[in-house]
């Protein structure tokens, strides 16, 4: 069992920045692939970055360029660094962990955590 806790999440104007992390225990950090997801209210739940366990990362179009995501094994942390914020990206932000690079499950979420974006 995997355990994901996120914390950063607040309220900022547009333009701003603010920085997600994901603390991982229960299973080797190293090992893992790493997501993040948002929910916007009344929206489904939208896929928005990852980075695999060989630090290869992709990003959903709408993020690239403003978003970073990056993961420290030491601390079995990842980020997720979100610059020029728009109010659009105003969701509950969730980390997800997969065992499998060729699946599109992610078997552990964390319980989110809430970002929203002023105009």
């Known amino acids: 069992q995997v355990q994901l806790l996120e914390s950063g999440g607040g309220l900022v104007q547009a333009g701003g920045s603010l920085r997600l992390s994901c603390a991982v225990s229960?299973?080797?950090?190293?090992?893992?692939?790493m997501g993040w997801f948002r929910q916007a209210p009344g929206k489904e739940r939208e896929f928005v970055s990852r980075?695999?366990?060989?630090?290869?990362?992709y990003y959903v179009d709408s993020v690239k360029g403003r978003f970073t995501i990056s993961r420290d094994n030491a601390k079995n942390t990842v980020y997720l660094q979100m610059n020029s914020l728009k109010p659009e990206d105003t969701a509950v932000y969730y980390c997800a962990a997969k065992r499998n690079c060729h699946s599109n499950t992610y078997e552990d979420w964390g319980q989110g955590t809430q970002v929203t974006v002023s105009s």
């Open positions: 980075i695999m366990n060989d630090g290869a990362t």
């Open positions: 229960g299973r080797t950090f190293s090992l893992l692939h």
